[in-house]
């Protein structure tokens, strides 16, 4: 299959939101203000988003912001154009409810249909996704407790609410799920489960080599990469862990996260892992090339240059290793050193290698977008164009259960 029609499989697989229309509910708890930041993200990845109030709702924003932030018409009354309580959920391929109030999910579990959302939400057939925040009293309530078990036991996805200080001036269980989060949740509810029933572990990040207590050898790896590897392989279904070095990008969820720090502590974390069984392993960390031979205990003077030495190859461990995953390798070049890649592939017995250029503009470190050359070593090459690191990570996916099929 050439590249762009792969991509437009993959756009209608749903690995993000292009061309999916997004059904937002909005109901009315203090954090309905951030309904407005929610529409513009499910719209950076590609969704059209209608979005229905409820009448509490309307008293802390107005559907004019969501209007605006959606392009659309916003549903605020049952009355308002008849049977649309019919035909937009009938449109829709995901429902979003967020924030979702304790009234709204009281209204869904026992099927009340008083007003334009609750109608909706039974008139509407498939994923359905809420978000509740409210007080962490009424939060823990059983009846509130009871309600939301019954719509988990009839599919629905329930993301958060996270705990921290509410709006009401108490701390407790009941704030609204990061908008990040609720996105990374609706995106796998519409993503098709091809990866279940596989094991698959992702490194993510640079290593740090320590000279001294102070001083570390690194690089400019922002795992950001690899983070969207865990997260695609996760909203298709396999049990991933992630093992990263440092970054500042937040834990994704629905996952197993295990930070290291070191090479030592990545390929130990990976020994123990590959140990249990699994599918695939994803090496997209940036490992240290270097350490110090005789790491200090104490900070040393600066004139002592540390002698250096390579860090252990974990591929090769990895791979030379009793139970031997599927391994999928990275080779960060600077030019188009595709040969280079070629023999990396081979020499460290991987199965496939991600070719990068860092210098290209848009690719490697850093950046948001990449632009890669997968080759395998049944001779199979692949080019995509730049795209997001996302749209890179199923593109390698893709490729994995091609080639291991
Ligand atoms: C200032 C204020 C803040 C409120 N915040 C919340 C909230 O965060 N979560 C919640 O479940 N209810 C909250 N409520 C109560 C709901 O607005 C109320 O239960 C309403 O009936 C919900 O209607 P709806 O589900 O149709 O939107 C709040 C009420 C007020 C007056």
């Known amino acids: 299959m050439s590249f762009s029609a792969a991509k ?15 059904l ?61 309580h019919i035909s937009i959920p009938a449109a829709a391929d995901i429902l979003v409810v967020a924030p979702a109030t304790a009234n709204s999910i009281a209204k869904f579990a026992n099927g009340i249909a008083d007003d334009m959302l609750s109608t909706a939400f039974l008139a509407f057939r498939g994923p359905v996704v809420i978000a509740p925040s409210m007080n962490g009293k009424m939060y823990e309530h059983p009846v509130v407790q009871e309600n939301l078990k019954k719509l988990l036991s009839l599919g629905i996805v329930q993301t ?20 990040r989060d609720i996105v990374d949740t609706v995106v796998a509810a ?56 440092p970054t500042a990008l937040e834990s994704p969820q629905g996952l197993t996260f295990r930070r290291v720090d070191t090479s030592d502590q990545m390929l130990s974390a990976l020994r123990d892992e590959t140990e249990r069984g699994v599918s695939a392993l994803i090496m997209a960390a940036a490992v240290a090339d270097f350490r110090s031979v005789r790491p200090s205990k104490a900070k040393v003077g600066k004139n002592k240059i540390p002698l250096l030495t390579c860090t252990e190859d974990i591929v090769s461990c990895i791979a030379g290793g009793e139970k031997r995953p599927f391994i999928i390798g990275f080779a960060a070049e600077t030019g188009k050193k595709l040969d280079r890649a070629r023999e990396k592939m081979k020499r460290k017995k991987m199965d496939m290698i991600v070719f990068n250029d860092v210098t290209e503009k848009g690719s490697g470190f850093e950046t948001d977008t990449n632009r890669v050359v997968i080759m395998d070593k049944k001779n199979g090459v692949m080019r995509t164009g730049l795209m997001s690191k996302d749209d890179v990570a199923d593109a390698i996916l893709d490729r994995y259960l091609k080639i291991k099929a």
Do not use: W
């Open 8 to 22: 437009r499989k993959r756009n209608q697989q749903l690995t993000n939101l292009k061309n999916r229309s997004v």
């Open 190 to 245: 519409l993503t098709p489960k091809d990866l279940i029933g596989q094991k698959i572990v992702v490194t993510a990040g640079p290593t740090r080599e320590y000279l001294d207590p102070v001083r570390f050898i690194s690089n400019r790896s922002s795992g950001k990469m690899g983070f969207s590897v865990a997260k695609a392989a996760r909203n298709r279904g396999a049990e991933v862990v992630l093992i990263s070095g």
């Open 160 to 179: 958060g609410p996270d705990s921290g200080p509410l709006a009401c001036g108490e701390e407790g269980t009941g704030r609204l799920a990061e908008v």
């Open 24 to 84: 937002l509910g909005v109901s009315g708890g203090v954090a309905a203000y951030k309904a407005v930041e929610l529409v513009r993200r499910l719209k950076d990845k590609g969704a059209s988003v209608t979005v229905m109030m409820t009448g509490a709702a309307q008293q802390f924003i107005t559907p004019l912001s969501l209007q605006i932030a959606s392009q659309n018409t916003v549903y605020t009354s049952l009355f308002q154009e008849p049977l649309t």
